[in-house]
Each structure stands twice: as C-alpha cells, then as structure tokens.
C-alpha cells in the first residue's frame, strides 16, 4: 500500500492542512529518502521523511500508512520522531535568543527598549531642578 505523502503529512498532523503540506512540497522543504518530494509523491513503510521548518528540520520514520486524520494519540503507531538532538539544539538556542535577533526598525519597540529609549533621550542635567534666573 501507499500514499501520498501530503496526504500523509496532513494525516499524522505534521501540517495542520493539507493545503500548507503541499505549499511546504513546492517548496522543496519536504524530502523523502534525501530526494525532494513534490506533494504527489507515494511514501511506503519505513522511509524517512525530513520536513525541514525553518530553523529546524525534523526527520520521521514512517511506521503506518493512513489517508485519513488521525487522533493525536495514535500518531506514534504511524511514524517515528528520528529527528537528531543537534536539530533539538539549534531550535533551544532560538527559543532563548528570543528577540534579541529583531530585525531594528521593524514594529514597536518593546517595554525594555522604550524604557532606554526614554533614558537615552532624557537630558543629561537633572530635570528636576528649578533655575531661578533673577537673583
């Protein structure tokens, strides 16, 4: 038996819709067995598929073939989680680094950043002194 890998993508909840599994096919994010996979592409039992999400790229070993959605709790009797913990790594980093990589300029700045913007621009003399000019 096979099936399309979109299909089965979509199945084992990989991608919330099949519409977005096969958008990432076309992107060449999808490989199966190191070959690029387009959306129509037929998966058979223990191949390797990576999907690669931006920064990181998970790798799954196909266990159970299915076309139809499937609870989240039966997912681990169709596909196995192969992803390498370097992969797990990189993506820790990228949860810690948080903002700090925001592009300048872009959006609002954040509470902390207005809060130095404020200070930086303040003058540098207390404001709160009063200057009495006639004595």
Known sequence: MEVRIDKWLWAVRIFKTRTVAIEACKKNRITVNNA??????????DDVISVHKPPVTYSFKVLGLTANRIGAKLVPEYMENVTSPEQYEILNLQKISGFIDRAKG?????????RDLDEFSA????????FDFDE
């Open 36 to 45: 690029p996979a387009k959306p129509s592409r037929m998966i058979r039992i």
């Open 106 to 114: 872009t959006g609002r700045p954040t509470k902390k950043e207005r």
């Open 123 to 130: 003058p540098a003399f207390a404001p709160n002194m009063e």
